[in-house]
């Protein structure tokens, strides 16, 4: 296979392109590095284009690998021909090389292999060249009855011929490819419930005669219809038309006019039912789970980036406020950097309701540090939580604001070593109440510190391989902070071992550093720190940031291998650092037009990308490319499913996107359901083409069923649904 040609037609791009970027991930460089910096390269490739080309690269990789495995243990049995070996190299999948080494693999014990070790093969031979037209089956056989062997009558040894010619059908690798296409194309996977009398088995009723085309199945449904069979209370199967499959693998075998010839269909038939039928079915299964699981674990990159990419409220003193019922509402207060400064518990919430205390309490805390906002958690009271600030701030006149956040994970991570480590003079429930103001602060800096898994967007997480999970979810967290870029001044450990370049060792090493040094001054000072070399330096640099440092540059993401070529552009135009700083190059964009892009590139030594990447960051020196979210109103009326009525409209923000739609938080302690066909008035392709995790929304209710606890809503127009 010609890798190179094959991921060239595959992802459309450029021969040159193609090569440059298996050269640039073969020399060991990152995937935000090459994205964002080596663009001239690339063709301008995004980040997430340049993951599923190295995942291609990777998985084509190991097919040649394959390849040369099997190719070299069937020459080792001295079995290899010329079309075994075109066969070999034209193989696309790994499944297909698997097809072709079947009938060389070294095999357990089978019947087919104890009728071998029986003496049986030659009648096998004989049987299935079907050239015999007259005689018996018994004639044939009656020359392989030995009883030293086992074989006690012409029956036994037919039976064992059989068993023989079976698996050589069932061998066969084209057969196995044709059969395969069928399968995905005409059969169906249907259910039945296993455990009806268990209580569990109410969660999968709409699975009890489910019936469904494999070609046709959604990718949730194959992960309930897997979840259902793993615990126990669904019984799965992939059935197709037996008699057609059987006259399918009846071609190219079957001989008519001899004496062996119905021998033979019976032992297709039996290859088919016994071998071949049981292998492809699981096939399909696999082949459905895992196109699911890439769907679902699709879905967590879509939900998780946008959750991390929402707008930082940057330098204000925040109140963390992490709501609850009995035990009180716990409240921490952190300065501008995160650093915490007081906290306490309340109790404005049922059952204790005291709501004067709790105002007294806050009021003072919001004079006493002079407060700028108020992060409220989403969960459990989160709704009578917000009503009670919102009344709390009135006096204020809008100086004092407050957001709702989302706080999944917050538990997990106040329970965490590293939050042990981060604040270990507090209590889990306090730490939550740190993490909740933080998160508002900086939602990317709070987020990082947390198992991916337990933020709590996507679907099935704990039905995912936990190493493509990890994979999928660890590059999100990489280029959403690469895309942001890193103080490195005030960077956590965790916030800096995500740093393209980076891991956790070294991120340790720069904490270090920075306690026995204060401040980097410069981004030349990092190669100071222990074991990060010349490599790491220039894959980190550039999405570190310097604020206040001597260079204004170090404070963008100008790499410093561009800084000379800055320089000279600066120049060019008659500008200096100061006007850097001091944001007055709005005339650069039009100069550089005027004067010719290419020309202006030329001179300076530097593609057109990059030149342009460069003047986006002259023009706004320490931007953060994160999006302002608006507060949303509150309505005081709503406070529990059971106040919620058919046709009453709500502003709510999107929870989690899915394949058949999203889940929004109305405020009501259950997020509803937006089906997918009650997104929009118009056609919608997939739920994340028209929404993200954190996007307010207007919707209207459309159902409320109170005992199931279920709410549906939509966002289409009345006009059309009526």
């Known amino acids: 296979?010609?890798?190179?040609?094959?991921?060239?037609?595959?992802?459309?791009?450029?021969?040159?392109?193609?090569?440059?970027?298996?050269?640039?991930?073969?020399?060991?460089?990152?995937?935000?590095?090459?994205?964002?910096?080596?663009?001239?390269?690339?063709?301008?490739?995004?980040?997430?284009?340049?993951?599923?080309?190295?995942?291609?690269?990777n998985y084509l990789r190991n097919i040649e690998k394959r390849k040369s495995e099997v190719t070299a243990s069937i020459t080792e049995q001295g079995k290899m021909t010329e079309e075994i070996a075109k066969a070999l190299e034209m193989a696309v999948t790994l499944t297909e090389v698997e097809d072709i080494y079947r009938p060389y693999k070294q095999k357990k014990k089978t019947r087919a292999t104890i009728a071998i070790a029986k003496g049986l093969e030659p009648l096998a031979d004989v049987l299935f060249a079907q050239n015999i037209t007259e005689g018996t089956l018994e004639d044939l056989a009656t020359p392989y009855v030995n009883e030293e062997l086992g074989v006690k009558s012409t029956k036994e040894a037919i039976a064992g011929a059989q068993d023989i010619i079976a698996e050589r059908v069932s061998d066969e690798a084209e057969l196995r490819k044709k059969l395969r296409r069928i399968y995905l194309k005409n059969a169906e996977i249907s259910s039945k419930i296993a455990k009806a009398e268990e209580e569990g088995a109410k969660t999968y009723e709409m699975y009890a005669d489910y019936q469904?085309?494999?070609?046709?199945?959604?990718?949730?449904?194959?992960?309930?219809?897997?979840?259902?069979?793993?615990?126990?209370?669904?019984?799965?199967?992939?059935?197709?038309?037996?008699?057609?499959?059987?006259?399918?693998?009846?071609?190219?075998?079957?001989?008519?006019?001899?004496?062996?010839?119905?021998?033979?269909?019976?032992?297709?038939?039996?290859?088919?039912?016994?071998?071949?039928?049981?292998?492809?079915?699981?096939?399909?299964?696999?082949?459905?789970?895992?196109?699911?699981?890439?769907?679902?674990?699709?879905?967590?990159?879509?939900?998780?980036?946008?959750?991390?990419?929402?707008?930082?409220?940057?330098?204000?003193?925040?109140?963390g406020f992490d709501p609850a019922y009995r035990t009180g509402c716990k409240i921490a207060v952190v300065d501008g950097t995160g650093k915490v400064l007081d906290t306490t518990v309340v109790y404005p919430t049922p059952p204790q309701n005291k709501t004067d205390e709790a105002k007294r309490v806050l009021c003072g805390l919001i004079e006493k540090h002079k407060i700028d906002v108020i992060s409220i958690g989403n969960g459990t009271a989160s709704k009578e939580s917000e009503i009670f600030v919102a009344e709390m701030l009135k006096p204020y006149g809008g100086k004092v604001r407050y957001e709702v956040v989302n706080e999944a994970g917050a538990s997990v991570y106040s329970g965490s070593p590293l939050a042990a480590k981060e604040f270990p003079q507090y209590d889990l429930t306090l730490r939550s109440a740190i993490s909740i103001a933080r998160r508002l602060q900086d939602p990317l800096a709070e987020l990082i510190k947390i198992?991916?898994?337990?933020?709590?967007?996507?679907?099935?997480?704990?039905?995912?391989?936990?190493?493509?999970?990890?994979?999928?979810?660890?590059?999100?967290?990489?280029?959403?902070?690469?895309?942001?870029?890193?103080?490195?001044?005030?960077?956590?450990?965790?916030?800096?071992?995500?740093?393209?370049?980076?891991?956790?060792?070294?991120?340790?090493?720069?904490?270090?550093?920075?306690?026995?040094?204060?401040?980097?001054?410069?981004?030349?000072?990092?190669?100071?720190?222990?074991?990060?070399?010349?490599?790491?330096?220039?894959?980190?640099?550039?999405?570190?940031?310097?604020?206040?440092?001597?260079?204004?540059?170090?404070?963008?993401?100008?790499?410093?291998?561009?800084?000379?070529?800055?320089?000279?552009?600066?120049?060019?135009?008659?500008?200096?650092?100061?006007?850097?700083?001091?944001?007055?190059?709005?005339?650069?964009?039009?100069?550089?037009?005027?004067?010719?892009?290419?020309?202006?590139?030329?001179?300076?030594?530097?593609?057109?990308?990059?030149?342009?990447?460069?003047?986006?960051?002259?023009?706004?020196?320490?931007?953060?490319?994160?999006?302002?979210?608006?507060?949303v109103e509150v309505r005081s009326d709503i406070m529990d499913i059971s106040d919620l009525v058919?046709?009453?409209?709500?502003?709510?923000?999107?929870?989690?996107?899915?394949?058949?739609?999203?889940?929004?938080?109305?405020?009501?302690?259950?997020?509803?359901?937006?089906?997918?066909?009650?997104?929009?008035?118009?056609?919608?392709?997939?739920?994340?083409d028209v929404l993200k995790v954190g996007q307010t929304v207007k919707v209207r209710v459309l159902s409320v069923d109170v005992k199931k606890n279920r709410i549906g809503l939509t966002m289409r127009s009345q006009s059309k649904k009526q």
Do not use: W
């Open 451 to 631: 198992d991916p898994k337990a933020i709590g967007v996507g679907q099935y997480q704990h039905d995912m391989p936990p190493a493509r999970l990890d994979e999928v979810l660890n590059g999100v967290l990489e280029d959403c902070v690469n895309s942001v870029g890193v103080d490195l001044n005030t960077a956590s450990p965790s916030l800096l071992s995500r740093v393209a370049g980076l891991n956790s060792g070294i991120a340790n090493n720069i904490i270090v550093y920075r306690e026995e040094n204060g401040k980097f001054k410069t981004r030349k000072e990092l190669l100071k720190v222990p074991k990060l070399g010349a490599k790491a330096f220039e894959q980190c640099a550039g999405f570190l940031r310097i604020r206040d440092g001597k260079n204004i540059l170090d404070n963008t993401a100008v790499h410093p291998e561009s800084y000379t070529a800055t320089e000279k552009l600066l120049k060019l135009f008659g500008y200096t650092d100061k006007d850097v700083a001091d944001r007055k190059l709005a005339e650069l964009p039009n100069q550089i037009k005027a004067y010719g892009e290419v020309k202006v590139a030329e001179e300076c030594g530097l593609g057109v990308p990059t030149m342009n990447d460069i003047v986006i960051e002259l023009l706004k020196p320490g931007r953060d490319v994160r999006e302002v979210e608006q507060q």
């Open 212 to 319: 469904e085309p494999v070609s046709e199945i959604k990718s949730h449904r194959i992960l309930a219809l897997n979840r259902g069979e793993d615990e126990g209370y669904l019984k799965v199967k992939v059935t197709i038309d037996e008699d057609f499959a059987v006259r399918v693998c009846e071609v190219g075998f079957v001989k008519e006019g001899s004496i062996t010839t119905s021998c033979v269909k019976l032992a297709v038939a039996d290859a088919y039912k016994r071998l071949i039928h049981p292998s492809i079915e699981r096939e399909i299964r696999n082949i459905l789970t895992e196109s699911a699981q890439e769907q679902a674990i699709k879905m967590f990159d879509v939900n998780l980036r946008p959750l991390l990419m929402q707008a930082p409220v940057k330098d204000k003193v925040t109140m």
């Open 1 to 57: 296979m010609d890798i190179l040609r094959q991921i060239t037609e595959e992802f459309k791009l450029r021969e040159d392109h193609v090569q440059n970027v298996i050269q640039l991930l073969d020399e060991g460089n990152t995937i935000p590095f090459i994205a964002r910096y080596r663009k001239e390269m690339t063709g301008h490739i995004d980040d997430q284009v340049l993951r599923d080309f190295a995942d291609r690269l």
């Open 646 to 688: 058919v046709g009453m409209e709500i502003v709510g923000k999107v929870r989690n996107v899915i394949d058949f739609g999203a889940f929004v938080d109305i405020g009501v302690h259950q997020d509803g359901l937006v089906h997918i066909s009650e997104i929009s008035d118009g056609f919608v392709k997939h739920p994340s």
